[in-house]
Structures are given as C-alpha cells and as structure tokens.
C-alpha cells in the first residue's frame, strides 16, 4: 500500500469506528460561530476531540511522519524563556502565567538571519479582529485574527521553530501550535487538513496546513494567535496583515502587551453562570432565574432543542 492509500485506510476506518452520535451532539450545540480561545475555556484547549483520545496509539496526522520519527530534545527552540516546563506535545498552554503585572521589558528580536525568518501566516481580509466581539448580548474577548479563506488555502508557519501541539481540539478543529526560536509561539485553528506533526522542525513559509473550517466555526478562515508564555498578544502588534508584512524586526514585550486582559476581568465580574444539574432543561433553568427561554438560549447562543449536558456552564446574566 502506498503511504497515500494507508493514510486514506486508516482515516476511513478511523471515522467508521468514531461515535457519530457524538458528532451529532456536537453540531446540535455549536450553532455559535466560534468559541475558540474564549476568556475562561483554555481548560477546553487541551481536550482531545472525544472521539480522538481512544485511538491515539495511530492517528490521522500521525501518518504524516516518518514511523521511525524520533523527537531529539535538543532541538527544542526559546528554553531560555520557557524553563521550568516541560515540551508538552497536547496542552495548548501548559504555562500558566500571568503577564499583565510583569515588570520586565524583554525585547525579542523576531527576525534574523540566522534562525529566524519571517512569512505571513496567510494573506486575506481580516473577518474578525483580536479584541471584543458581540455575541448576541454577551462580548466576548477574541484573542486571534481570524483571516477569510478558501478550504484548501495554504498556511504557512510565521517563523522558523519547532512544532509543538499538532491535533484536532473541540473549539479548534484541526491546530497547529508552534514554538519559534525567537520565543513566540504561534497557533493556527479550524484546518481542513494537517500537514505538520508535533516535534517537527519547520522554517517561515512552510506550509503547515490547509485551511478549513473545523472545530467550532461556520464558514473556512484561519483564527491565528500569538503567544508569549501562554499569553495572547495582538498580532496586529506584529504583522501588518493587508500587505502581510512584518512591522518591525523586533517586539517588546512588556505588561501593557496584555492589558486587555483587565478588560477581560472586568466583563467577566458582570456575568453570571449556571452548572447544569442532571436532567435540567433550560425550560426548568430559565424558570429558577425568572426569564424566558427564548432569552436564556440567546445569551448562550444555543438553540432551544439544545440537550444540557450535566456540568455545562450556561450564562444566566
Ligand atoms: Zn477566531
């Protein structure tokens, strides 16, 4: 068999042994455009899709690389900045910090002839900017850039570096994490396919992907991120997306990088939530909170047939 056949057999027998009733469940609930990277769910980043952590031993994109791929720690690129932690090929940020008090300016140098080249991620209209978005009445913090694309499209890696995170996730669909020498660390969302496997080396304009829209999303674009340490930072800071240029050869970084993030806090005092309980229903919910379904379902964007799940936090303010 070639390797193109295997990939193509063992994906189909992949889907074949996956739950659809799973799946099923989840477009029934994500009827929301896009939940990815929300201000409280980095818990939700590190969840494998349900139907994926039973058959990790082979997996889709795991074919991708070479069977007798070994990982050599010593490529790992930026240690200066992330000791203490261990490369972690599953949680999207395993570092929880928090940088909106930090005292020190670190200026990185994002670029450089040596081991650091740049390449925009993709080129394309800008759907949805990093910063608050309506969400019905609900504003929510969108810590990306999504760029409008086609399915199939090209991403490309940012920077050189060394992929960290290669896997489907429930908000992100099919993502791509990197981790560049010059201590950022990028994500792309919502792949129609992987071209990249965790612990690969990969240089800017690499193609690591091909846009879709996987995960929660409705139409194909990319959701790109930067990172510091597990924190967002704008990447409007750092590409000028129109054109897709690099704005400066450098960046610093320092607490004001992360203001946004008492923003953040601000609106999330205002919000009041609900754990679902077992065998509730929003009828029974919206009822204890003395307001109409029609409103509950609203402000958590799901549509009235939507089936609670026992834990499920639902916005009731
Ligand atoms: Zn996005």
Redesign the pocket.
Known sequence: MTVHNKLIYIFTVFVLLSSTSTLKAQVTESDST?V??DDENDENEGDFDANFTGYSDVTYWDLLRDPNFKFDPKIIPATQHYEGVDWDTITINPYKVSLKEMNDTILLALKDSFDCEFHPPAIGDIS?NFGFRRWGRRPKF?????VRMEVGDPVYAMFDGVVRVAKRSADYGYVVLIRHYNGLETLY??FNQLLAYSGQPVRSGDIIGLAGSTGR?TGP?L???VRYKGEKIDPNKIVYFPSGSLLSDTLQIDKHCFSHLYQVKSVKLKSKYHIVKRGETLAKISYTYGMSVKHLAKLNRISLKTKLARGRRLRIK
Do not use: R
């Open positions: 896009e990815e990277s949805s969108h810590y990306g850039v999504d969302a919502h999303s674009h959701h790109f991120e």
